[in-house]
């Protein structure tokens, strides 16, 4: 019997293999007829087709709301982006290959996802091998001083960020007035589940949970920018830029993480150019970093499911405005401290919600400078606050209305999820 080894310069695809007949027929029926063509040469190894094809889907993906494009299309552009993939593999342009399978797994659908993994894993070893590779032909011929310099400047030898003394009246000045004023989230350590379901989730009470992430890889492992880098950084990852998603010069980039870890720890850039990478899948999307995390066993409270885990990493000085989420939330303080306002779901009215369906859940309110004519009843609201210190964890119940500012580079970590529907608001 003889077995056949895996092709070293080709990605394999068992899962598109096995289904791209079914997968077209399906992409056809939803008059995707120029795709499944441009596929099909694309399947025989033209490039020009798997590009072709790739930007096919892609304006189908952006044909409308998201929610209203067809499911098929995901896994059109997945396909594609699988097929591009392969032929920049097979070219050597490792780092074009990955780009084109992290593209698939940020846009795409769910049914090549195995695929899209597997061969990042495949290619992203091709890739350091070939780093290595060649960080070794020129350190044969530097000597050891250039040597140390030239892996600082492929993995960078910094922590992200440096334990500065944290000056509060200083802080106070960037904060919305009147923060910390008010009443302040309680603090609690060794909450049991019954407690957290009977004083916090049922009766709609927030709360920090001082004392759930000692088990973290990540809580040793974040800070650390050689890690990160040797992790993820030839990975492309959305990120936003500018003040905030309601500013009309907010704009979304895709950069691997690498550019995204340099420009947060660089410091320069102004307000306006602030790169967050907010209320991204990370952890589905680069599986190595999903296992320094665990989920907390409060997020199964109430019989529901995980909605989504999202990472939301960037400098000081990043900012979520006003805004609630149907969901409950456990956002975790990974690196760094945030300062958090939250306004119970019972004084939406006076918060003034955005009137259109997309932005409702958004206030038209900037807290960080109030219009006061427009927005008389938000003054003398009262809200409970907290700066959210390193290794927390803040409960945000449903429809909470909260506002987040960092103060420090920051990677948090959200757990959305949803009940049975038993439980109530506040
Ligand atoms: O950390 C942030 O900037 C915002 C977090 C947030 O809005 C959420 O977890 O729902």
């Given at each position: ?265 660089s410091n320069e850039c102004p307000s306006e150019d602030t790169t967050y990478l ?149």
């Open positions: 019997m003889s077995t056949s080894a895996p092709a070293v310069n080709t990605l394999e695809t068992p899962v598109m293999d096995s289904s791209y007949s079914t997968l077209l027929q399906s992409i056809t029926e939803e008059g995707g007829y120029a795709f499944a063509s441009m596929a099909t040469l694309a399947a025989g190894g033209d490039n020009h087709a798997a590009e072709a094809a790739k930007e096919m889907a892609w304006e189908q993906l952006h044909s409308g709301p998201w929610h209203s494009v067809g499911p098929i299309w995901r896994d059109a552009y997945s396909m594609a982006c699988l097929h591009v993939a392969r032929n920049h593999f097979s070219s050597g342009e490792f780092k074009l290959s990955l780009k084109a399978l992290d593209m698939g797994l940020i846009m795409g659908g769910l049914t090549l996802r195995d695929d899209l993994n597997s061969c990042i894993k495949k290619v992203s070893s091709a890739l350091t091998e070939k780093d290595f590779s060649s960080s070794n032909n020129n350190n044969n011929s530097t000597d050891s001083t250039e040597e140390g310099q030239k892996k600082s400047e492929l993995f960078g030898d910094q922590e992200i960020i440096s334990r500065q003394h944290f000056n509060l009246p200083e802080v106070l000045q960037l904060l919305p007035s009147r923060s910390l004023s008010c009443k302040k989230v309680g603090r609690k350590s060794g909450l049991s589940l019954e407690e957290f379901l009977r004083d916090h989730f049922l009766c709609g009470s927030p709360v920090i949970i001082s004392d759930c992430m000692v088990h973290w890889p990540a809580k040793n492992k974040w800070n650390d920018m050689n890690y990160l880098k040797r992790i993820a950084g030839f990975r492309t990852v959305p990120v936003e830029v500018g003040k905030n998603y309601l500013c009309p010069e907010w704009k979304q980039e895709l950069i691997t993480f690498s550019e995204f870890l340099e420009r947060i720890s907010a209320q991204h899948q990370l952890f589905d999307q680069i599986l190595e970093l999903r296992q320094d995390i665990l989920i907390p066993d409060y997020c199964f409270t109430g019989d529901g499911e995980i909605r989504s885990i999202n990472a939301w990493i960037g400098p000081a000085g990043t900012v979520t405005p006003l805004h609630n989420d149907p969901h409950h939330n456990i956002l975790s303080q990974v690196v760094g401290k945030k300062y958090i306002r939250l306004y119970p779901a019972s004084l939406s009215e006076d918060l003034y919600p955005h009137m259109e369906s997309m932005l409702s859940n958004s206030s038209q309110v900037d807290l960080d400078n109030i219009d006061e004519k427009a927005f008389p009843k938000v003054l003398d609201l009262d809200f409970v606050d907290c700066i959210l210190e390193e290794g927390e964890m803040l409960y945000i119940p449903p429809k909470w209305w909260h506002y987040v500012r960092s103060l420090s580079t920051s990677f948090s970590v959200s757990f959305w999820w949803s009940d049975t529907g038993n439980s109530q608001g506040s």
